[in-house]
């Protein structure tokens, strides 16, 4: 193929563009060096290439050689394209416009989760392809859990040794993920650009995506924590592959019914939980064998844990209520924490009513240092 023109014939494969690009470059440097027998040909190929690439693609390629602008876009920011991308384009219009409050407030209007959460992927990748979104500040909550990655996690199969899995006792294992976690306390504090990040947390989810048979693990951190991450949990499980999944998970249904749920202690905080030396066999194993019977198409799960490093307040407070109790003190009025100096006025006041008001001028006065407690209101 000589050259190029709307009247030519156009190119259908890589193999006629490289080898036409290629007759491009060589005749160029046969010319200057007619031209200058000493002149450098370093330049010509790139020259060339940019030359091409300044061409309109239905003027150089064939119709159905062309890759549509969606599907261009989607590879610039990383995405799968998916059913409804035409109008996640027509949302991206919107937050160009708009800014990012007025589109979402649209986003929830359509009721839609599966279109919601396929458009927070968007924004992800929108933010992180250097883009900038109308509205949105960098200490806005928002902003700050669009500037999350997301890992997937392959650990090797626990007590499977023919499957590469490591051969150790269930505490064993699980006793090193506390050294994951003192590790990761780390995430809080100021950031390599100087940013308060007390507020940073991380989440490890487990998920089954709609149109997927497939349970995964995964962890959310934040951007600026990705190289404390994956040194951690290669420290701990060096067998692990980890990858990051810029192309978010989807559970929902797009036509179906969507459901959610927390857990909370039913008792007070200060009484213990059941840790992992208690436990005779992996209670992940009731969760995987949930998720093993939600149906590929048409439903979909995640459970989510968000944690979020803090300094020893609640022990502090914890091991004053344990002390009162081994005083002897009623287990109801020791464990009866007030976490801030607004707690700590309104039992004083709840307690001075029962003694009379001197009581609550006593209760008051008798708060001593409440240092701490102004740090955990300025948190609150």
């Known amino acids: 193929m000589e050259s190029i023109g709307i ?58 050689y062309i890759v549509p602008t969606q599907e261009m876009e989607a590879v610039v920011l990383e995405l799968s394209p998916e059913e409804h991308d035409e109008k996640m384009n027509e949302l991206l219009g919107m937050l160009e416009q708009k800014g990012i409050h007025n589109t979402l407030m649209t986003i929830e209007k359509m009721h839609d989760p599966h279109i919601y959460d396929d458009f927070h992927r968007l924004l992800i990748q929108y933010l992180r392809s250097g883009f900038v979104i109308g509205g949105l500040k960098d200490k806005d909550p928002l902003w700050r859990s669009l500037k999350m990655s997301l890992y997937e996690i392959l650990v090797p199969e626990v007590n499977a040794p023919d499957k590469g899995g490591p051969s150790k006792p269930l505490k064993e294992l699980l006793s090193s993920m506390e050294q994951f976690y003192a590790g990761m306390c780390s995430i809080n504090g100021r950031s ?17 995506a709609n149109h997927s048979e497939d349970f995964i693990f995964y962890c959310a951190m934040p951007e600026d924590k990705r190289n404390l991450f994956e040194k951690q949990i290669l420290s701990v499980f060096p067998d692990a592959k980890v990858s990051e999944r810029k192309d978010d998970y989807n559970i929902f249904n797009e036509n179906g019914a969507t459901v959610a749920s927390y857990a909370r202690q039913m008792k007070n905080h200060i009484f213990p939980i059941k840790t992992y030396d208690q436990f005779d066999a992996d209670p ?11 149906d590929m198409n048409g439903e979909g799960a995640a459970i989510q844990v968000i944690f979020k490093p803090v300094n020893s307040f609640y022990n502090d407070k914890y091991r004053k209520g344990l002390e009162k109790i081994q005083k002897g003190d009623k287990l109801n009025e020791a464990i009866d924490i007030a976490y801030t100096t607004s707690d700590k006025v309104l039992k004083g006041i709840g307690k001075g009513l029962e003694t ?11 708060m001593g240092d409440s240092s701490d407690d102004s740090k955990k209101d300025e948190e609150e």
Request: net charge negative; proline share 2%.
């Open 7 to 64: 009247s030519a014939e156009k190119f259908t494969s890589p193999h006629e563009e490289i080898a036409y690009l290629k007759d491009m470059i060589a005749r160029r440097e046969r010319e200057l060096l007619e031209k200058t027998p000493e002149a450098s040909t370093e330049h010509v190929a790139r020259e060339e290439v940019v030359r091409y690439a300044e061409r309109k693609s239905n003027d150089v390629l064939h119709d159905k």
């Open 192 to 208: 390599a650009d100087g940013k308060d990040s007390r507020d940073n947390v991380f989440a490890f989810e487990i998920a089954v």
């Open 284 to 294: 992940i194993n009731a969760l995987l064998n949930s998720f093993s019977k939600i």
């Open 356 to 366: 009379g008001v001197k009581g609550v001028f006593d209760m008051i006065s008798g």
